[in-house]
């Protein structure tokens, strides 16, 4: 007797349903996993999602791991997370040196940390390029950079329809909106697909016209250059420039706060990188900025920038002659 092979397709009742079957989303790749690549592992397993990240060595595998559960702790006492949501979170989290780990990823989000524009455009072309050799053309590949244009990134590949920017403004889990850039080549089913992953996640799409700088860092860079110029020519204390955002505009935390939170040293990229494109002077870096990198002053991530944090993340502004 010959067997019948029945599609669920058949028992669909309208085409969507099945549009909605293929946008599914299981398993989710990350190239780095330093600060921001950890955050989207963490804040993607959450929501039920496997995940795997890619690193260059052992050793950095083993720091990742010691790092997101530190994240993970300080959500538990800052955040209402438990124990047991700690463990389900790292049991779904998945490792690998090689990029083979990505084969049956539905979406891959590059996260490495930017360096001078022209070597991060070429080191990022690659990883794309290493990425498409071992995922379906079915796979989303996604930059989380804000700065650099996806259309260069993907120009390399053999199905660049698929490239899109993917920013998550904050990994905190009231952040509800991620701005998603496409490109000359982004198809509409790789922006639907990538929409769908962004619901998963419990967030908001901004859509964005492929522009350096989307729409947050191209408000930010200003706002905090604007902050320190204020703060430079002595007309108000930081705390009293931050209190004016946060009390008189809403703002959670004020543009100093903020700084600190984002890292000095990945504002001074932003800096460059839209100055570079535009040349406007709005966007050149504070030389407060540039003295705080400097100084290795980056702020929360290693406890010390425009305030000084302890190890339960409370904070004091840091006493310097900020006039010039």
């Known amino acids: 007797m010959d067997t019948i092979v029945e599609k669920i397709e058949d028992y669909s009742l309208n085409k969507e349903n099945v549009t909605k079957c293929k946008k599914s989303i299981s398993k989710v790749g990350i190239i780095g996993a330093g600060m921001v690549g950890r955050s989207i592992a963490r804040m993607v397993s959450r929501n ?72 991060i455009v070429d080191d990022r072309k690659k990883i794309f390029k290493k990425i498409e050799n071992v995922v379906s053309k079915d796979t989303i590949i996604a930059t989380n950079s804000t700065t650099q244009v996806i259309t260069e990134m993907a120009s390399g590949l053999n199905y660049p329809e698929r490239c899109l920017s993917l920013h998550f403004i904050s990994m905190e889990p009231d952040a509800r909106m991620v701005e998603v850039v496409k490109g000359i080549h982004t198809s509409k089913e790789a922006y639907d697909k ?28 200003p706002l905090i250059n604007e902050a320190c110029q204020i703060l430079m020519q002595g007309i108000s204390e930081m705390t009293d420039i931050d209190k004016t955002m946060k009390i008189g505009f809403g703002t959670r935390l004020g543009p100093f706060e903020m700084a600190d939170k984002i890292g000095l040293d990945k504002i001074l990229r932003w800096a460059e990188n839209l100055y570079d494109e535009f040349g406007d002077l709005k966007y050149k870096a504070s030389p407060l900025i540039k003295k705080h990198v400097r100084a290795n002053h980056l702020g929360r991530v290693n406890g010390k920038g425009f305030y000084e944090y302890d190890d339960q993340g409370n904070k004091t502004p840091v006493k310097h002659h900020y006039n010039y």
Do not use: Q
Request: aromatic letters at 8%.
């Open 194 to 221: 990538t929409k769908y992953f962004a619901e998963l996640l419990n967030k908001e799409v901004i859509p964005i016209k492929e522009y350096p700088g989307v729409i947050s860092t191209r408000l930010f860079v």
């Open 48 to 119: 039920g999602l496997d995940v795997v990240f890619i690193e260059l060595s052992a050793d950095r595998i083993k720091n990742a791991y010691e790092e997101l559960s530190k994240d993970l702790d300080s959500m538990i006492a800052h955040w209402g997370m438990t124990e047991s949501e700690k463990r389900a979170i790292i049991s779904r989290i998945s490792s690998s040196t090689e990029c083979n780990a990505l084969i049956d990823c539905d979406i891959v989000i590059e996260a490495i940390k930017s360096k001078r524009r022209e070597e």
